[in-house]
């Protein structure tokens, strides 16, 4: 356990850039860009027609949207971290060092994919978090300039962020879980095609899909099974309006009822079957550097 820790822990300080800091600048642009067009007075809000609707939940979706937007965020910087760091100790004599210690390549790699889903995602949530957190005072400046937008009072803002933190990660945690084969075939890649992995990843299965279309229009009547369960696979969680629309119309546990829905609507035996074929590639992964890749 602690030799899996520490190479957890060498991961987050070879790639603390991408989780750690640039989450952090990013925070504070948008904030200090948010505050300042509501200070100086830029920032236009027309009220709509009819009013806000249900105006104390505007906290409530702006929260949900700002877990929506990290997730995105999280899954982009996977997407390049897992394609950097199967193949990051080829770059240099790392890879010569690892393989003279007593740690097999299957263990390496799996601590690398251990990084992804545990530390990483934790920091994540900790900036979705705090982004909420940051989102309330601002609201607030806002409704001093534009007396059309409602803002709850406290306890109802702690209630919100308390909810939709329990609700986020979660969310969090599902959507990585999801797309956890997808950033595999990534990683698999990457141990021999390295950082062309990412392009690689989508243009073959693209090919597939291509080919599949091809023969549908040469008159043949076959289906198009890959290209159909790749869309599939890509729709099974709800999209922001959605979301949005779920939060605003319940009177009462939203948040929870949106995560419901999200459950829901889970292929279950999919999401197995995702992770099955997520530690096939780690194994073939490592066997590939153990046989295949020489320091």
């Keep these: 356990m602690r030799v899996m820790t520490a190479l957890v822990k060498r991961e987050f300080l070879e790639h603390r850039i991408a989780f750690l800091y640039a989450p952090a600048l990013l925070l504070l642009a948008v904030s200090l860009a948010v505050l300042l067009a509501f200070v100086s007075g830029h920032a236009e809000v027309e009220e709509p027609s009819g009013g806000l609707p249900i105006t104390q939940k505007l906290y409530l979706v702006g929260v ?9 965020y999280l899954l982009i910087a996977l997407v390049f971290y897992y394609a950097d760091s199967f193949s990051a100790d080829r770059r240099n004599n790392a890879l010569l060092f690892w393989k003279s210690m007593p740690q097999s390549d299957l263990k390496v ?3 690398k994919a251990l990084a992804g889903i545990t530390v990483f995602l934790a920091l994540i949530l900790g900036f979705a978090v705090l982004s909420a957190v940051v989102l309330y005072p601002l609201l607030l400046v806002g409704a001093a300039r534009h007396p059309m937008i409602a803002v709850p009072g406290l306890g109802e803002a702690a209630l919100v962020l308390l909810q939709m933190t329990l609700v986020g990660g979660a969310y969090l945690v599902l959507i990585l879980l999801w797309y956890a084969p997808m950033l595999a075939w990534i990683a698999g890649l990457s141990t021999h095609f390295r950082r062309w992995s990412i392009p690689l990843a989508f243009l073959i299965p693209a090919a597939v899909v291509l080919l599949e279309r091809i023969i549908a229009i040469s008159g043949t009547g076959a289906e198009r099974p890959i290209g159909t369960y790749l869309v599939w696979r890509f729709e099974r ?7 949005a629309t779920i939060l605003i119309g319940q009177t009462d546990g939203g948040p929870f009822t949106l995560l419901s829905h999200i459950l829901s609507n889970i292929d279950w035996l999919q999401m197995a079957t995702g992770l099955i074929f997520t530690a096939g590639i780690l194994y073939l992964a490592s066997e590939y550097r153990r046989r295949r890749i020489e320091a």
């Design 237 to 243: 969680f709800p999209e922001p309006v959605e979301a």
């Design 64 to 72: 949900a949207a700002n877990f929506f937007l990290w997730s995105g």
């Design 109 to 111: 790699l799996t601590s």
